[in-house]
């Protein structure tokens, strides 16, 4: 049974950086990629930016360029999305939504990480 | 990068009304544009796709249309399961890049 666990809520200050995860499971992990999407409280839905499973390649958000990193880890089936130098309008969820390579929307949303950027 | 833009932001209608959200597009998208439904504390749920056609499991009340850089979601006929915001989503394939509309919430009046 296909699964992607993201990691746990964070609380962040200002100007630090967090790792976000999101475990997959139950499906051959490199056939897939995931794109990344954040929403502000009461807010709508940003992409933030892709990354491919089979071989790393990445597409970000003009927005994010320079400031957040994708990877991925093939031996323990995980993407991440490395944020650095917060602020507080990063306060978000962040969702990894899978995307099967060679099509272009997700077929499965991880239930998302909530990043709190507070002093 | 293409900006989407999406009206009303907000529609107050009454159950078993038609309603129509609008995207337009800043430049050509052709029929790659998406329509999501999202519900507080869920994340969003494909509808539509290549602009028109329905996804898996959709009612058949909800509809695409549009081409280019303009686009609409109709539904025919509101259910109160159908209230929450709705997104278009512009989608490119290599390398993948997306962008969202700034999204409608549907109400009841």
């Known amino acids: 049974q296909d699964q992607v666990v993201p990691s746990g809520a964070e609380v962040k200050e200002p100007g630090a950086s967090v790792k976000v995860a999101c475990k997959a499971s139950?499906?051959?992990?490199?056939?897939?990629?995931f794109s990344w999407v954040r929403q502000a409280p009461g807010q709508g839905l940003e992409w933030v930016g892709w990354?491919?499973?089979?071989?790393?390649?990445?597409n970000y958000a003009q927005k994010f360029q320079g400031r957040v990193t994708l990877t991925t880890d093939s031996s323990t089936t995980t993407a991440y999305m490395d944020l650095r130098s917060l602020r507080s309008d990063d306060t978000a969820v962040y969702y990894c939504?899978?995307?099967?390579?060679?099509?272009?929307?997700?077929?499965?949303w991880g239930q998302g990480t909530l990043v709190t950027v507070s002093s | 990068e293409i900006v989407m833009t999406q009206s009303p932001a907000t529609l107050s209608v009454f159950p078993g009304e038609r309603v129509t959200v609008s995207c337009r597009a800043s430049?050509?998208?052709?029929?790659?544009l998406a329509w999501y439904q999202q519900k507080p504390g869920q994340a969003p749920r494909l509808l539509i796709s290549?602009?028109?056609s329905r996804a898996t499991d959709i009612p058949a009340r909800f509809s695409g249309n549009g081409f280019g850089t303009e686009f609409t979601l109709t539904i025919s006929s509101l259910q109160s399961e159908d209230l929450g915001v709705y997104y278009c989503?512009?989608?490119?394939?290599?390398?993948?890049?997306?962008?969202f509309g700034q999204g409608t919430k549907v109400e009841l009046k």
């Open positions: 989503q512009q989608y490119r394939h290599w390398p993948l890049s997306w962008s």
């Open positions: 990354i491919s499973c089979y071989n790393g390649d990445t």
């Open positions: 290549t602009a028109s």
């Open positions: 139950g499906y051959t992990f490199t056939r897939y990629g």
């Open positions: 430049q050509s998208v052709y029929d790659k």
């Open positions: 939504a899978r995307v099967e390579l060679g099509q272009m929307l997700p077929d499965y």
